[in-house]
């Protein structure tokens, strides 16, 4: 699985778009990206994946660069129930989803 | 969007007892599951794949005659951990991968909160 790099914390204005970035360097060319948030206590949840296209879906829009080494999760307006550790994985054909450290996004009023 | 589903939510056991823990998919038939555990304050930790129709997986470190994995039908796996220890106590979490229409998306329970006393 490839190794992705996040930056441990991020604070994000209520109502404003929360922009999340993620390195993925590594990443093979079958590997999926995939974003799951995990809000204290509870179960990760999953947000989106994308292999080379964007995507975009009801929770968030995801940017994947061309060359796959990067990709943004953009939760377009953020509210106080965003507030999050957000994992962003890289995903081989095993579908073994190794965990980093995330993000804790913090949406403050 | 697919559901997992896992009982108990929470569960407090005697050290050197065993205690089972059920994780469903509810809407879709899971060809694969996995088994986390999280400690305080730490990201989660892959401790085994359950295929259907055959023996789990076990990563690095994690002692499989102690986590009993057992993937019994396409949308039911459990983990018994087996004479558990208070160092057992932890946060555990199933996830699922889809077999049609999600075939590559994964889905994870609530989680499970054990306490070993």
């Known amino acids: 699985d490839a190794k992705t790099t996040q930056p441990p914390s991020m604070d994000c204005a209520e109502g404003r778009a929360a922009n999340l970035p993620c390195n993925h360097s590594t990443i093979s060319g079958n590997e999926y990206v995939y974003w799951y948030r995990q809000i204290h206590s509870q179960g990760p949840q999953y947000i989106i994946h994308?292999?080379?296209n964007n995507e975009t879906n009801e929770m968030a829009s995801l940017i994947i660069t061309e060359d796959r080494k990067s990709s943004t999760l953009i939760l377009p307006h953020a509210t106080l129930r965003d507030t999050a550790v957000y994992y962003c994985?890289?995903?081989?054909?095993?579908?073994?989803?190794?965990f980093g450290k995330g993000t804790l996004l913090t949406v403050n009023p | 969007g697919a559901v997992v589903s896992q009982h108990p939510s929470w569960v407090i056991c005697k050290s050197g007892t065993s205690v089972k823990i059920e994780c469903r998919s509810l809407d879709f038939q899971a060809t694969t599951m996995f088994w986390y555990r999280q400690f305080p304050k730490q990201s989660l930790m892959l401790m085994a794949t359950s295929n259907e129709g055959s023996k789990a997986t076990y990563e690095q470190g994690v002692e499989k005659d102690k986590f009993l994995i057992n993937h019994a039908s396409l949308t039911l796996s459990t983990l018994t951990v087996t004479s558990a220890h208070p160092e057992d106590s932890s946060f555990y979490i199933c996830?699922?991968?889809?077999?049609?229409?999600?075939?590559?998306?994964?889905?994870f329970g609530e989680g499970s909160w054990l306490t070993v006393v």
């Open positions: 996830s699922a991968r889809g077999r049609t229409g999600k075939q590559n998306t994964i889905y």
């Open positions: 994985i890289g995903g081989g054909s095993n579908y073994k989803l190794t």
């Open positions: 994308g292999l080379k």
